[in-house]
C-alpha cells in the first residue's frame, strides 16, 4: 500500500526567503505526483504535476523536483510571500490501468511573516 | 469553462436524514471521484468513477452511494447521516488513460455538520 510522507507538518519563514518542502513516498510504481495547494475553508488548487518520466516541472517562483527511485519530490518556493502562506499537499498517483487513485500525504501548513 | 461544481457549501444534517452532495463538471472528464478531509487523517477516497455508468469503492465507502449517469454528474449520496460523517467533502475529476490519471481538478468543497 502506498504511503505518502510530508516533512515538515508546518513552517514558519519570514518573507523573501528561499524554501524547500519535501514529500517521501514508499512505492516507486508511480505514474505521476502532484503538488497542490490549499488555503483556508478552501479547495485544493493544483500547482505542478511531474510524469514519472520527468524528474522537474517550473511554473514561476515554484520548481518541483522528482526523484522516484528514491521515492522523494521536493517543492521549491523562490522569494516567499505572505500570500504564499497556505498548506501544500502531494499526491502521488499509481501506474495502474484500473481502480487509480490518488495517495495524498497530510501536508505541510507553511506560514510566509512580513 | 466553470471547471468542478459543488453544492451546497454548507450544510447541517441531524443524524438520521439523508441528503445528496452534488457535483458536476464541464471538462468532459472521465475520472470523477469524492474524498473527505478530516484533520489528522488527510484526504481519504469514498468513491470513484471512471465513466459513466461505471462507480466503485474507495477506501471509506460505508454510509455513501453514488451514481453516474452522466460523464457531468457524480452526486453523493448521504443515507443515514451519523455524527462520524461531519467533515468537508471534495469532489474530483481528471483525464484517465490507460496507465493512469492526469492532472486533477478540485471542486471548492461542502462542509457538512451532523448534529
Known amino acids: 500500500k502506498q504511503e505518502v510522507t510530508q516533512i515538515p507538518a508546518a513552517l514558519s519563514v519570514p518573507e523573501g526567503e528561499n524554501l524547500v518542502l519535501n514529500c517521501s513516498f514508499t512505492?516507486?510504481?508511480?505514474?505521476?505526483l502532484q503538488w497542490f495547494r490549499q488555503d483556508p475553508g478552501k479547495g485544493l488548487t493544483s500547482l505542478l504535476l511531474i510524469q514519472s518520466s520527468q524528474r522537474e516541472q517550473t511554473s514561476g517562483r515554484l520548481n518541483a523536483s522528482l526523484d522516484k527511485s528514491s521515492g522523494r519530490s521536493t517543492l521549491y518556493i523562490a522569494a516567499s510571500q505572505p500570500g504564499d502562506s497556505a498548506t501544500y499537499l502531494c499526491?502521488?498517483?499509481?501506474?495502474?490501468?484500473?481502480?487509480?487513485?490518488?495517495?495524498f500525504g497530510e501536508g505541510t501548513q507553511l506560514t510566509v511573516n512580513p | 469553462n466553470a471547471g468542478v461544481t459543488q453544492t451546497p457549501k454548507f450544510q447541517v444534517l441531524k443524524t438520521g436524514q439523508s441528503m445528496t452532495l452534488q457535483c458536476a463538471q464541464d471538462?468532459?472528464?472521465?475520472?470523477m471521484s469524492w474524498y473527505r478531509q478530516d484533520p489528522g487523517m488527510g484526504l481519504r477516497l469514498i468513491h470513484y468513477s471512471v465513466g459513466a455508468g461505471i462507480t466503485d469503492q474507495g477506501e471509506v465507502p460505508n454510509g455513501y452511494n453514488v451514481s453516474r449517469s452522466t460523464t457531468e454528474d457524480f452526486p453523493l449520496r448521504l443515507l443515514s447521516a451519523a455524527p462520524s460523517q461531519t467533515s468537508v467533502y471534495f469532489c474530483a475529476s481528471s483525464r484517465s488513460e490507460g496507465d493512469g490519471l492526469y492532472e486533477q481538478y478540485f471542486g471548492p468543497g461542502t462542509r457538512l455538520t451532523v448534529t
Open positions: 512505492d516507486s510504481a508511480i505514474y505521476n
Open positions: 499526491a502521488v498517483g499509481p501506474r495502474e490501468t484500473s481502480g487509480s487513485r490518488l495517495t
Open positions: 471538462m468532459n472528464h472521465e475520472y
